[in-house]
């Protein structure tokens, strides 16, 4: 018999209030693992199809806080870009939301310049790329194809015009798999904004370093009033739906922390309120005041760290099923680690001490004689 | 020495001198201050006035009355106090939970003084599969664990019939006899302060008299 055991013991000698309790925390740290997990993913995701296009700096407009930076007319900022010294290539990207088919939720139809070196990091795995900037075709991702029920040879109905699906490729980020993809020309010409981008994308020089790449941004910043030249990182960071999550995960996190924390200080003041006498016998037997902090203390850690982990579990669970429903399929490659997993846990055992600190401090103080005399 | 709760004066006075491996009882109506005498003696309670000592150390100077009663006090209470979701043996182990020593050996120990209590088949059950006079055993046993130098027992044989309040009271005198200790006993039962070495009359928080259970 030791402390461990004792205090599993006493949590077992009353099992309904403690699966409540684990079942309490488990939802409010599943909560947490889903809403952070995707938060996560989401600028993840957003960061892997930038890096994954070979992109090294972005231009986009300052004000811009939407989840696609607004378009601009893209002509002469490109022309200044390109005077540069160690800018090797400009590429315009439009980018839109837009419902291609009744009965699926809507998805990213992306423009890129025809010929640019944004196509190269795209597997095609049917069909072939567009043949000239003109050309009214689409290719699809593996996902969208798999969402539209649509393969090669097909035609969906964009903004109006018919296109036909000549080919399907795989991207490593998600947000590219779940898009469409035509030349940039014909999606300036369908959303109506001819001569506009959403942003640029700038390849620097192979030997260019972290200095040479500030100095751009200095550049663009004197040059170009009112744009910014920065990382696709900073790009993702700065976007609105990305803060948003992160905010919302924050925010379950600390609703969830106090809720957790509030659940074991209610659940362990009960306890010894019921065990006052228990405690007192205790003390008489010579029980130190710290070990019975630390019984009281270790009870609510493995009621919180068993919920935590359980937590865990339903969040993942619940993420896999986001992952998988029609209407997010795509758009979310949530992002778990076991760092994240023993931070949750982490996070698990802070909430139980806090909240079985007050609980065991009480105890500790009560007097053995009062407590052996409590009913 | 004086004891009051804060409402009434338990303890008036009490002058009381009780020698070492003494076995003395403690008797008296309700109310008279046994029980409040019994936890002043076993730093249950601090006395509002006045002065204890323990072989020369003087219990107002005794920093931690935790690891004063560890080391020198076994207590038994009437009702037996034993934990309802841990075995015999687990129970009488309790008391060591956060000593410095081996959780093996406690637990050996604690198998030798159910033995000796004649609770060898019994050491795996839990309390509500034992009889009171079991339970009172495991409590005894639970009160031995830590070496202790004197025991203090709230009526213990209350809640028992009188043959398993005989067969308690022959063990813990037994024991105490035995181990050199000194048994304080808080009792109504005028044949179990009958076995004591002295008895201590008590009335309205005074002792009343104090002589040999024999004279």
Redesign the interface.
């Known amino acids: 018999?030791?402390?461990f055991r004792?205090a599993l013991?006493?949590l077992?000698?009353r099992p309904a209030r403690s699966m409540l309790t684990i079942s309490a925390i488990a939802l409010g740290i599943a909560a947490v693992v889903a809403l952070t997990s995707i938060a996560w993913g989401f600028e993840a995701s957003w960061q892997k199809a930038n890096d994954a296009r070979g992109t090294d700096l972005i231009v986009t407009r300052i004000a811009s806080e939407n989840t696609m930076p607004s378009p601009f007319r893209s002509e002469k900022v490109q022309q200044t870009l390109e005077a540069m010294p160690q800018v090797k290539e400009v590429v315009g990207l439009l980018s839109e939301m837009l419902t291609v088919s009744e009965d699926s939720p809507p998805v990213f139809v992306f423009g890129w310049v025809y010929g640019s070196y944004l196509w190269d990091h795209l597997k095609l795995m049917d069909g072939r790329w567009p043949n000239e900037r003109m050309e009214q075709v689409v290719v699809i991702g593996s996902l969208a194809s798999e969402m539209l029920h649509k393969k090669t040879g097909d035609h969906v109905e964009i903004e109006g015009a018919n296109f036909e699906i000549v080919g399907i490729f795989e991207s490593s980020a998600v947000v590219e798999n779940g898009a469409l993809l035509m030349t940039l020309d014909q999606a300036q010409k369908i959303t109506d904004k001819p001569g506009k981008v959403n942003v640029l994308n700038i390849k620097v020089d192979a030997n260019a370093s972290e200095a040479d790449m500030n100095a751009i941004k200095a550049q663009v910043r004197q040059a170009l009033p009112g744009f910014v030249a920065i990382t696709s990182g900073e790009l993702v960071r700065k976007n609105a739906v990305v803060r948003l999550s992160k905010a919302m995960s924050n925010a379950t996190i600390l609703v969830a922390s106090l809720v957790g924390a509030l659940v074991v200080f209610n659940t362990m003041l009960m306890s010894i309120s019921e065990r006052t006498?228990?405690i007192g016998?205790?003390?008489?037997?010579?029980?130190?005041?710290?070990?019975i902090i630390?019984l009281i203390v270790s009870e609510s850690i493995i009621l919180s760290l068993v919920g935590g982990a359980v937590g865990i579990l339903i969040g993942v669970g619940i993420t896999w099923g986001l992952e998988h429903i029609e209407l997010m399929r795509g758009k979310i490659d949530a992002i778990f680690s076991l760092p994240f997993f023993f931070a949750v846990l982490g996070l698990s055992v802070l909430l139980g001490i806090l909240g079985g600190l007050y609980p065991a401090v009480k105890a500790a103080r009560l007097?053995?004689?009062n407590a052996?005399r409590h009913e | 020495m004086h004891f009051d709760d804060g409402q009434t004066k338990a303890l008036n006075g009490v002058d009381l001198e009780i020698g070492a491996g003494e076995f003395v009882a403690i008797v008296g109506p309700s109310g008279s201050g046994k029980s409040s005498l019994l936890n002043v003696i076993g730093t249950l309670d601090a006395p509002s006035s006045g002065e204890l000592t323990f072989q020369e150390q003087a219990y107002s100077k005794i920093r931690d009355a935790s690891l004063f009663r560890r080391e020198n006090i076994g207590f038994i209470f009437q009702s037996f106090h034993l934990i309802p979701t841990l075995s015999a043996l687990d129970n009488v182990v309790v008391p060591t939970i956060g000593c410095a020593g081996s959780e093996s050996e406690f637990r050996a120990r604690a198998e030798d003084l159910l033995i000796q209590l004649g609770l060898r088949e019994r050491l795996h059950h839990f309390p509500n599969k034992l009889s009171g006079g079991e339970r009172q055993r495991v409590a005894i046993a639970r009160a031995l664990i830590n070496r202790p130098r004197m025991i203090l027992a709230d009526e213990p044989t209350g809640s028992l019939d009188s043959v398993n309040a005989t067969q308690v009271l022959d063990i813990l005198s037994n024991i105490a006899k035995q181990e050199g200790l000194t048994l304080i006993m808080v009792t109504h039962d005028a044949t179990v302060s009958a076995r004591a070495d002295r008895i201590v009359k008590m009335r309205d928080g005074k002792i009343e008299n104090t002589h040999g259970a024999t004279s």
Do not use: C, H, I
């Open positions: 018999m030791n402390l004792f013991d006493n077992y000698r006498r228990e016998v205790l003390l008489a037997l010579g029980w130190q005041r710290s070990t630390k007097l053995p004689s052996l």
